[in-house]
């Protein structure tokens, strides 16, 4: 299955800045998504980032709060814009997994950033 | 509004025995249906998935799905320490690789 390296794995940040999280996976994938966990609760889909093209937004989230790139295949960011402590939660990106012939063996996820805003 | 529901509160068996786990889902439409355990501070790590109706064993897990009912579950057995986590189930509703997640189920395994 995929590997993904996000990082950072925390941070500390204060209320009006900006945070970016990066996600690098070990094989190209078509769609990569970001994900937030609020404290105590389960996982809340913010956005797809397809490859070459502006990434889809769940409702509830827009770009500007939460602008996406997807420069290439394997590779990611979600910038946390004019954060405020609302915000304090953990993001996670997540890929489908394939191995050969292209069998799929689920949705993979990162190892998280756990994001304080003060 | 498509929801996942996971209303059972924390589970706890001793160790050796069964956990079982629930979980419905609204959209009759949904396709594909996961069980990932997540430990705290952690992120979560699949389990297994499930397609059909009927059971998927991996393991000491099985999965059950029932599509008529709008049910899947998920049996832990000869639950051991090291399955102390807390269990969420997600469903692809839509097709296109977009998972929904419920809110999770603790389960604290006794020694």
């Known amino acids: 299955s995929a590997v993904i390296s996000q990082k950072p794995s925390r941070d500390i940040c204060q209320r009006g800045t900006s945070l970016t999280i990066q996600c690098q996976v070990d094989?190209?994938?078509?769609?990569m998504f970001w994900y937030r966990q609020q404290p105590g609760q389960s996982l809340t889909l913010i956005a797809t980032?397809?490859?070459?093209?502006?990434?889809?937004?769940e409702s509830g989230f827009v770009i500007d709060k939460f602008p996406i790139s997807r420069p290439n295949l394997t590779f990611s960011t979600l910038t946390v814009s004019n954060m405020s402590p609302e915000d304090s939660s953990i993001y996670l990106c997540?890929?489908?997994?394939?191995?050969?012939?292209?069998?799929?063996?689920?949705?993979?996820f990162g190892s998280g950033t756990r994001l304080t805003v003060v | 509004q498509k929801e996942v529901e996971q209303n059972s509160g924390p589970l706890s068996v001793p160790e050796g025995a069964i956990a079982s786990l629930n979980c419905t889902y609204s959209?009759?439409?949904?396709?594909?249906f996961f069980w990932y355990r997540q430990y705290s501070g952690k992120s979560p790590e699949l389990i297994m998935f499930?397609?059909?109706?009927g059971d998927k064993e991996d393991g000491r897990f099985t999965a059950q799905l029932n599509k008529a009912s709008q049910y899947v579950s998920l049996l832990i057995r000869d639950s051991q320490p090291s399955d102390s986590a807390t269990y969420l189930c997600?469903?692809?509703?839509?097709?296109?690789?977009?998972?929904?997640f419920g809110k999770g189920n603790q389960v604290v395994v006794i020694p």
């Open positions: 997540s890929v489908e997994s394939q191995g050969d012939l292209s069998r799929f063996y689920g949705y993979t």
């Open positions: 094989s190209q994938v078509t769609m």
């Open positions: 980032a397809n490859q070459g093209s502006e990434a889809t937004y």
């Open positions: 959209d009759r439409g949904s396709q594909s």
């Open positions: 499930i397609y059909s109706n």
């Open positions: 997600a469903v692809n509703f839509y097709g296109n690789n977009r998972l929904a």
